[in-house]
């Protein structure tokens, strides 16, 4: 025979079953959250690594070139300075070489007879007053007057001379437009990458404030999933408290049918008791 010795309170059950299911729902709503905020920190704490390394990668590039930059420039300046040099003592030459062969020349018309009586009278004097340079650096050449050296050897000479020079200018030239474009080009370089670096770091910036307020976020949810599972577990409970302490689940369908008649049974003799003047149908 079976007795329950208090009817469950169904209301009280229902109440607990409606909590218990919506704690089951918000727990898999917030480990589902908690699933999507992990996977947002470890991308934001990839993202972080990844802009760090592009921006130290810029940086090392940077300063690499502009040590490669400072090198070419030192090397083009000092390159453009001797050609400049150069350039000027070929000039020079040229000019002392051209002013000595015109003084020849005139010397070899003078003793040729070629001079007209002005010009002749004008080299003259200027003889008498000053010894030719020829004779003062080399006084035992073997002849005296003006050397008036091989005027046709001299073209050759103005032509080797005339090479150099245009060597010189044309390195002056290439190595300044070169030295312009290396120039303009690493602007350009340092430009972008310091743009590149900046925006790396602003970037890695941004993601660490991300990080810091998804972990924000992730221990929040955390806590609301254990308030959420400790009630989960209450109502559960609350059910299991509820429920007949002694009912027999393999009860037959007869067993049930004989219990409920003997409540009502039972029930009919109570109610008789309560109606001493048998106004009751089922007590007279």
Known sequence: MVTVSESP??????KAASQRDYRKEEIEELNATLSSLNAT????????????????ET????????TTRSDEK???????????????????????????????AKAEDYHSGKLNKVALLRYKQAEEAEESPVDADDPGAGFKGAYSGQQEASKSIFGLLEVIKSDFERTIKATTREEKRAAAEFVDFDRTSRASIAS?????????????????????KTQDLKTAQ??????????EDLKPTCLDSEMTFEERAAKREEEIAALKKA???????KVEADCK
Do not use: M, W
């Open 230 to 239: 400790k009630l989960h577990d209450e109502a559960v409970q609350a059910i």
């Open 9 to 14: 309170d169904i209301e009280e059950i229902g």
């Open 200 to 220: 790396d770091e602003k970037g890695g910036e941004l993601n660490e404030q991300d990080l810091e307020s998804t972990k924000a976020k992730i221990k929040q």
């Open 59 to 66: 940086t090392i590039a940077l300063n690499e070139s502009a």
């Open 41 to 56: 920190k470890e991308n934001l704490k990839l993202k972080i690594k990844e802009l760090g390394e592009s921006a130290n």
């Open 74 to 104: 030192e090397v083009n300046i000092e390159t453009i300075a001797k050609a400049k040099e150069g350039l000027r003592a070929v000039k020079d030459a040229i000019a002392i070489l051209k002013s000595f062969y015109k003084s020849a």
């Open 271 to 277: 109610l008789c008791y309560l109606d001493p003047a």
